[in-house]
């Protein structure tokens, strides 16, 4: 995937995440989209703290793993 693309879908998942929780705080959504949220968040989180995708966040763990053993 183009890296152009990679943040369209960050951004519209980012916009999801705020529609999902208003609408899980006005009890319009059921509680599976409230959990949506706070992964997604979590995942963006984890990403500007790290300065790396999330994707590349979960490789560098496994290798990791993988070296230690």
Do not use: C, H, Y
């Not at 009890?27 to 949506?36: E, N, R, T, Y």
């Not at 968040?41 to 993988?66: C, Q, S, Y």
Request: hydrophobic residues 50%; proline residues 4%; positive net charge.
């Amino acid at each position: 995937m183009k890296p152009e693309n990679v943040e369209v879908v960050k951004q519209i998942g980012d916009g999801l995440s705020v529609v999902t929780a208003i609408g899980t705080l006005v009890q319009l959504l059921p509680s599976v989209a409230a959990l949506f949220t706070i992964i997604w968040t979590g995942m963006r989180i984890a990403e500007m703290v790290a300065g790396k995708p999330f994707a590349e966040i979960i490789r560098r763990k496994k290798v990791n793993d993988a070296e230690q053993q």
